[in-house]
T-cell receptor, first 116, second 116 residues
Framework: ELKVEQNPLFLSMQEGKNYTIYCNYSTTSDRLYWYRQDPGKSLESLFVLLSNGAVKQEGRLMASLDTKARLSTLHITAAVHDLSATYFCAVDTQENSGGSNYKLTFGKGTLLTVNP | GAGVSQSPRYKVTKRGQDVALRCDPISGHVSLYWYRQALGQGPEFLTYFNYEAQQDKSGLPNDRFSAERPEGSISTLTIQRTEQRDSAMYRC??????????????FGPGTRLTVL
């Protein structure tokens, strides 16, 4: 059974500081996703990482993937209050039924609070 | 452009009643997924369609839960004889197709189900 673990689960940061959220998964995966969720809102797609060594950046967020270590990181640079949200990583796995199912398995999420 | 829409946004029902939750995916999206999200947790996979074919229903908790997508577009998740433990946020997501870039699933706003 695929397991996805994020840490930390709670992160309180000061504005201007840097930090990293980690996402470990237990089995070989095809793709890794990062989503953002604001309170009471839906999930917003941030990044899709497709291969070992993939790195993607958008604004103050940068995501990377190491498939050998089964690890993805989400690095936050010079945090601002607007980044406060819950961040989820998710992994999809090709089922044995001919590769037609790519359901996502999510981590528990990291609740990020950026304080002034 | 229009995203994934779900209705109703909120549903309060009494234990034992049946409920039907509707999902309207992004136009042209082949794949449609249903997830359930408990408070403070990541979404949990329920079932998945490619066009009108239900490819995987392994995440449905029991036989009170069913889903259909008869014309390959709108989908309905039905819960029969609801129980209090069914209370959760039910989210629908769609994608171009599991084998089609950019692969990511786009989530709807969800239906908050409360069973009294």
């Amino acid at each position: 059974e695929l397991k996805v673990e994020q840490n930390p689960l709670f992160l309180s940061m000061q504005e201007g500081k840097n930090y990293t959220i980690y996402c470990n998964y237990s089995t070989t995966s095809d793709r890794l996703y990062w989503y953002r969720q604001d309170p009471g809102k839906s999930l917003e797609s941030l990044f899709v990482l497709l291969s070992n060594g993939a790195v993607k950046q958008e604004g103050r967020l940068m995501a990377s993937l190491d498939t050998k270590a089964r690890l993805s990181t989400l690095h936050i640079t010079a945090a601002v209050h607007d980044l406060s949200a819950t961040y989820f990583c998710a992994v999809d796995t090709q089922e044995n039924s001919g590769g037609s199912n790519y359901k996502l398995t999510f981590g528990k999420g990291t609740l990020l609070t950026v304080n002034p | 452009g229009a995203g994934v829409s779900q209705s109703p946004r909120y549903k309060v029902t009494k234990r034992g009643q049946d409920v039907a939750l509707r999902c309207d995916p992004i136009s042209g999206h082949v794949s449609l997924y249903w997830y359930r999200q408990a408070l403070g947790q990541g979404p949990e996979f329920l079932t998945y369609f490619n066009y009108e074919a239900q490819q995987d229903k392994s995440g449905l908790p029991n036989d009170r839960f069913s889903a259909e997508r008869p014309e390959g577009s709108i989908s309905t998740l039905t819960i029969q004889r609801t129980e209090q433990r069914d209370s959760a946020m039910y989210r629908c997501a769609s994608s171009l197709g599991a084998r089609t870039s950019p692969y990511e699933q786009f989530f709807g706003p969800g239906t908050r189900l409360t069973v009294l």
